[in-house]
Each structure stands twice: as C-alpha cells, then as structure tokens.
C-alpha cells in the first residue's frame, strides 16, 4: 500500500539542479559522413530546487526546454553538463556509471506523468499488465499480491477495480490520464515529474485531475515539477514558479508574487495574455512581440532583447544573471519592471 510521506525539513531540498545545460549538434551530411556544423542550446545553465511536499511549475513558450529539463533529469536524454542531486545523490553520475539497481532505485523515487494518456499507454496491453509492469520491474512485493496493490492504486486515481482488464483504447481522455498517474504512483515515488498531464483533456475534465494530483499531494506528501503552458492550473497547483525563456530561466519565485507582480518583461507578457472570464472587460493582452530567434542561432547578451520593449545596450551585450530581488524571488534582467 501506498503510505503518506513525511516532509523534509524545509532547508533540504528533494531535488537541486545546478547549472543544467542539453545542447544537441546540428550535422550537414557530406560525401563520406556527417560534418557538425553547428549546436542546438536546448537548456543552458538552468538551476532550481524542489523541496519535500511542494509544486514548483515550470512554464513558458514551446521550445523553451521545459520538457528537456524534465527528461534529463531522469536521464530519459543524457544532460551535456551540469549537476542534478537527489537527496544528496549525484544523479548524473548513477544513471552513467552506476549499475541497474542503483538506477532503478532512483527511478523508484521519481517518476514521470506524460503529456499525452493517448500515446504514453501500451495499446496492446490491459490497464492490470500496465499497472503490472512496475511492479515486476521493481519486485514491488510478491506476484500473488500485486492483484490487491493493482485495485487500490486504481481505487487512489478514481476508477473501479472491474477496469483492469479493459484496453485503453475503451478509456476517455481523462480515464487514461488517470491509469497514467496510477502506474507512476505503482513504485511508491516521492517526486511527479508531470509533462503538460492535462493539455490535451477537455477543460471540465482538466479542473478533475488537477483536483486530482492536490489530493494526492495532501495524501502522500509527493512533491512534483509540473509542466504547463495552461497558467491558471499553475497558479492553482504550484507553489512556485520558474519562466523559462530559450532554454534558461529568466524569474523564479512565489506563484502569487511573480503573478501579481511580475518582474521580467517576458513574464509580464505571458501573464497578460490569461484569457479572463468576464464579456465586459475590454483585452489587454499585448503578448510577446515578435518572433523567437532561432536556436541555432541564440542572440548575444540577454536572449529575450530582440523581443522587449525597455531593452538597454547592455541587454544586446551581456547576459543578465539569475540573482535574488526579493526573498525567495530571483530575477534575470537589467532593466526589470
């Protein structure tokens, strides 16, 4: 059975990434081979922290390397650079060097809710071998038992124990993304790594598995890195807030303070556009101008310049760095709002 996690002290982060960079090579095909002619930057220098029991979200345009970030840190691709540390355990250097049992033993403590229920469920398989599968691959208890583990994870997500043999193809949206937490919850993790789990549902069925994951989190105490361009989930969901921008982090801090008080420009931008429910407010939104530069070629200085409207000469020349303006608030501008 799943038990409820007790929180760690507030100074001892679960996760600490330092200085995370992915760069990908860009190659032209020769005569004889392949020739790199250049790099792809997707994260560079990214660093942050998650402590026991709390949300920290991740948002900003597509292609800024949120997703990147979340799949290196469970070396789902392999980071260029950088530190990632666990509870104190260099994860970098055991999913390299370290042997199967080590890596399955982190992988035990974090695990992953995809973007998409549709894709990220084997077809071929009944909801009782998908939820099966982890359980073999970590020998969670003995076979006979992992019938009753398999009803009380789906009873946690919210579905009768009779949907164990039916296929995900007889599943809603919603439904799959539910047996989707279900098999991440199967290892007993600590920390959710959770892609966009709600982009691709209907709004009415968003609002039920984002009430969903707050549950679970009061329940088991899971801490989670979620992943999302919808900002009024983030702000219901998170405590904190990082604003990525072309693969690094332009602001980070409370949820409440960097949507009410936006410091960087891009921030303030993104925030404006929150569609309102209310037919008699006159929009405002004047989001981001222009164009993103392309990866391949980063702009120098500050990477957001080419795009905000109070850039100085120092922003075409020097990259701001990420320092705290306020507690807990960290900001990457020369000229913030």
């Not at 790099?39 to 900003?60: M, N, P, Q, Y």
């Not at 042997?99 to 982190?106: M, P, Q, T, W, Y």
């Not at 949907?163 to 279900?182: K, N, T």
Request: with cysteine; proline share 7%; net charge positive.
């Amino acid at each position: 059975m799943l038990e409820p996690v007790r929180s760690a002290a507030a100074s001892d982060p679960l996760l600490t990434v330092r200085n995370l960079s992915k760069s990908y090579p860009v190659t032209r095909s020769g005569l004889l081979r392949k020739k790199i002619v250049g790099t792809i930057d997707a994260v560079k220098e990214v660093s942050f922290s998650v402590h026991a029991g709390e949300t920290l979200s991740i948002v900003g345009e597509s292609g800024c390397g949120k997703t990147t970030t979340a799949r290196s840190i469970l070396n789902l691709v392999a980071p260029t650079s950088g530190e990632i540390q666990y509870q104190g355990r260099d994860v970098v250097k055991t999913f390299a060097t370290g042997g199967r049992e080590d890596a399955l033993a982190l992988r035990r403590q974090m695990q992953y809710v995809f973007q998409d229920p549709y894709l990220s469920l084997n077809p071929r398989w009944s909801v009782r071998q998908i939820l099966r599968e982890p359980l073999r691959i970590h020998r969670r208890g003995e076979p006979a038992t992992w019938d009753d583990q398999i009803e009380h994870l789906l009873a946690r997500v919210g579905l009768p124990a009779s949907y164990a043999d039916r296929y995900p193809h007889e599943f809603s949206g919603g439904q799959r993304q539910r047996i989707g937490i279900a098999r991440a919850l199967a290892v007993e993790p600590r920390l959710l790594i959770c892609d966009e789990p709600v982009s691709s549902l209907d709004v009415s069925v968003r609002a039920q598995i984002l009430n969903l994951l707050a549950d679970l989190q009061d329940d088991l105490g899971l801490s989670y890195l979620y992943i999302s361009h919808d900002l009024g989930s983030v702000r219901f969901l998170s405590r904190r807030v990082a604003v990525m921008y072309l693969g690094t982090i332009v602001e980070i801090g409370d949820v409440d303070a960097i949507f009410d008080r936006p410091r960087h420009h891009y921030t303030a931008a993104l925030l404006s556009a929150i569609p309102v429910p209310d037919p008699t407010r006159v929009a405002t939104a004047k989001g981001v101008r222009g164009e993103a530069p392309s990866v391949t070629e980063r702009p120098r200085g500050c990477p957001f310049h080419t795009r905000c409207p109070a850039a100085l000469p120092v922003c075409r020349d020097e990259m701001p760095a990420l320092v705290p303006s306020d507690p807990d608030h960290k900001l990457a501008c020369h000229n913030p709002r």
